[in-house]
């Protein structure tokens, strides 16, 4: 089943401990759409500057994403420059240029509005919120959100939260939105402002899915060389996302044997992702190097 | 088969977010003799005082813990005090007070000295040394350390390290110990010190086991209430060695399908040990609780 993402479009510079880019392709909805296109078909939902050039747009070609709701409007690319400390635990951001971004209202192209799977990705809720009403009734919605709109544009985010049924978000966004330190404090929280599941990355400790009576933790797959862990977040919601999409049966309700291994597929693609910079790696990827790598994690999880 | 674990024997006083205690037996050979004993037969090697009555002695009876080795001289006995951050995280240790460990010399009665399983709990690396030496061709030993002695006794924890099989310990002393951030790294870095196997305890976010050709990680069971973390380490490594001594066959190579549930019953005993202050929960259980857990860690963790 078609899977739909908005989210941001960007070129991002980024400084890691094993190096530097000055400028490549990123933003949530790139990793988000790259990831989820080896189990699915993938629709994106952004806006980019005329600086957005064919060698940006063959990132999504090539994947087989399709780019009509790629808004192409005058101006300059969203800009996004971070640095991360020696342990890679600690980010800091050196600039956020919102360029196009500052304005962007997205439009669905009518074919878009009946796509049954929908991701917002990390985007002002109140974009998350207008991207969902031009909707017409999705099988699934899920999204994410950060700290800025945790603190700065509650009331919105809570209209949004209302409308999810899987909010996929990090351990310390977890804890900013539902004021619980303890996580499952935290997702019980979150899930009672409207998201029937709650998905908590926790980075290198990897992902935990909560949900009415039911609890799944995996743990990350111990990687000895990370060169830059931007995008991982998106690129494991792509995963997973794409996952559901492709394996979920239409109209029944959310199957433990389909969020589970779904949870692992989206730890797989988040591994990828941090191995190389930007989408070096995520974007040449097989299916066959996939599906080995799900076959590590079960190997590094398995007891009798 | 039997288990000796030397280590020390405490009065602690322990502030948490949930409460505090003044006074209450502790210790590192506590914690894993009592989490143990559930498992096998283990004998105990410590000091204490005569302020150590029979209601402490208790509590190593009722679990038919051996405390020949137990020696009690005049003074008083080893006692901690600490006190623990709002999120559990942090430990501040806020008294030290070694008393009769100070002088501690331990002398192993002769016939602990064929016990097949030996566990140097965390002490000065010099005092693991001479009970390594009075033991007779011991089947597998393991050990734990910390900080201050990975800083201020090196040379003796290298020598110590040479004649360890298995190395408990936690993440940030693994980190200190090797000098190296990611921990394959460390653990590989730990494993040419000595130990074929290293165990690397992360609290909440669960533990992992690297050995040659091999990584199993399993996380944290999620829980809402945490009362205490003292011991938590101390009862998993119990968990783990009781689970090896009464079920690795003698004379055989460590077996993957028995280490892996080890380190699982391990987790279980950990997650036990912080449910309530001190030894309270961990004294009291029964292996039906025991193995039921074990089943939450399974469903915790399983995917097709």
């Known amino acids: 089943?078609?899977?739909?993402?908005?989210?941001?479009?960007?070129f991002d510079a980024v400084r890691t401990p094993r190096g530097a880019v000055e400028r490549m392709i990123g933003g949530s909805a790139t990793y988000f759409s790259v990831a989820a296109s080896y189990f699915t078909e993938v629709r994106v939902v952004a806006v980019v500057g005329d600086d957005f050039g064919d060698e940006h747009h063959q990132v999504f070609a090539e994947r087989g994403v399709c780019t009509?709701?790629?808004?192409?409007v005058p101006g300059k690319t969203f800009f996004w420059s971070g640095e991360y400390s020696a342990d890679l635990n600690e980010r800091r951001t050196l600039a956020t240029d919102l360029n196009v971004f500052g304005n962007f209202e997205p439009k669905l192209p009518p074919h878009y509005r009946q796509t049954p799977y929908l991701f917002l990705g990390n985007i002002d809720p109140e974009l998350q919120s207008r991207v969902h009403r031009q909707m017409e009734n999705p099988q699934l919605?899920?999204?994410?959100?950060?700290?800025?709109?945790i603190e700065s544009r509650r009331a919105q985010l809570e209209e949004t939260l209302r409308k999810i049924g899987i909010l996929i978000i990090n351990d310390s966004e977890?804890?900013?939105?539902?004021?619980?330190?303890?996580?499952?404090?935290?997702?019980?929280?979150?899930?009672?402002?409207?998201p029937q599941t709650a998905v908590i990355k926790r980075g290198d400790n990897g992902a935990t899915l909560f949900r009415d009576g039911e609890i799944f933790s995996v743990p990350a797959l111990p990687l000895e060389e990370v060169h830059d862990p931007t995008g991982a977040g998106d690129s494991f919601a792509g995963g997973f996302m794409g996952y559901l999409a492709a394996h979920l049966n239409p109209g029944t309700a959310l199957d433990p044997d389909v969020l589970r291994p779904a949870i692992v597929f989206g730890s797989v693609m988040g591994s990828f992702a941090v191995e190389r910079f930007g989408l070096e790696r995520l974007r040449r990827?097989?299916?066959?190097?996939?599906?080995?790598?799900?076959d590590e994690f079960r190997r590094l999880t398995r007891f009798e």
Do not use: F, P
């Open 285 to 294: 990827l097989t299916r066959a190097e996939i599906d080995a790598r799900y």
């Open 68 to 72: 009509e709701g790629l808004e192409r």
């Open 141 to 149: 919605v899920a999204g994410d959100t950060m700290n800025l709109w």
């Open 1 to 10: 089943m078609r899977l739909l993402v908005v989210g941001s479009v960007a």
């Open 174 to 194: 977890a804890r900013l939105l539902s004021g619980e330190h303890n996580l499952v404090k935290a997702a019980r929280a979150i899930r009672a402002m409207g």
